[in-house]
Nanobody, 123 residues
Framework: VQLQASGGGLAQAGGSLRLSCAAS????????MGWYRQAPGKQRDLVAT????????YADSVKGRFTISRDNAKKNTVYLQLNSLKPEDTAIYYC?????????????????WGQGTQVTVSS
């Protein structure tokens, strides 16, 4: 499975950006897709996730400002709308997908990462 992220760039504080991530190389619907971010010198943190049934989860720091969605027509494509951007949102944003399988009561996770896309917010 390959994940291709795009849409990063430079924005002013209060501005908006939209990130996209498209998965290829699989016929399966990916169970969870999401975005993580990593600022210089910091660990990679969860931003938002969305399941195949469209359940969403957000980091507290982005609630009310960022919106994650999945394309109904394009299976395994996820978007992140970033509004009301702040300088502290500056980071490399990574797309992640998770496929879950179940066999004999055991659930296995297959994680996939895309390349990062830089988001820079100026004050």
């Amino acid at each position: 499975v390959q994940l291709q992220a795009s849409g990063g760039g430079l924005a002013q504080a209060g501005g908006s950006l939209r990130l996209s991530c498209a998965a290829s190389g699989t016929v399966f619907s990916l169970d969870v897709m999401g975005w993580y971010r990593q600022a210089p010198g910091k660990q990679r943190d969860l931003v938002a996730t969305i399941t195949s049934s469209r359940n969403t989860n957000y980091a507290d720091s982005v609630k009310g400002r960022f919106t994650i969605s999945r394309d109904n027509a394009k299976k395994n494509t996820v978007y992140l709308q970033l509004n009301s951007l702040k300088p502290e949102d500056t980071a490399i944003y990574y797309c992640k997908a998770l496929r879950l399988t179940e066999s004999g009561g055991t659930i296995r996770e297959y994680p996939y990462w895309g390349q990062g896309t830089q988001v820079t917010v100026s004050s």
